[in-house]
């Protein structure tokens, strides 16, 4: 199993930028894809972005353009640039690690806000 822990959460107001970082406990080679995930108040947790070990990302049609998703596996961290940031991204971002079939671990989340 693996921890994961996220930092770069925050206030922010709308049109601004944050950071978010997720480091691993242990190496994330052997993972098949990392990914960011939200849960807004009241909603159901949703895909925000994923990246596969071999570095193609994939993207919820509501961040595309804004967002990115990098992994950096010497470093065991997988960061989401977030642009443009919007009221409706306000949420709850939690780090996903997947082994396919085998592993899904997640993290604590980290609270982004967004003002209008």
């Known amino acids: 199993q693996v921890q994961l822990v996220e930092s770069g959460g925050g206030l922010v107001q709308a049109g601004g930028s944050l950071r978010l970082s997720c480091a691993a406990s242990r190496s994330i080679f052997t993972f098949n894809a990392m990914g960011w995930y939200r849960q807004a108040p009241g909603k159901q947790r949703e895909l925000v972005a994923t990246i596969t070990s071999g570095g193609s990302g994939n993207y919820a049609d509501s961040v595309k353009g804004r967002f990115t998703i990098s992994r950096d596996n010497a470093k065991n961290t997988v960061d989401l640039q977030m642009n443009s940031l919007k009221p409706e991204d306000t949420a709850v971002y939690y780090c996903?690690?997947?082994?396919?079939?085998?592993?899904?671990?997640w993290g604590q989340g980290t609270q982004v806000t967004v003002s209008s």
């Open positions: 996903n690690a997947k082994r396919w079939g085998i592993t899904d671990d």
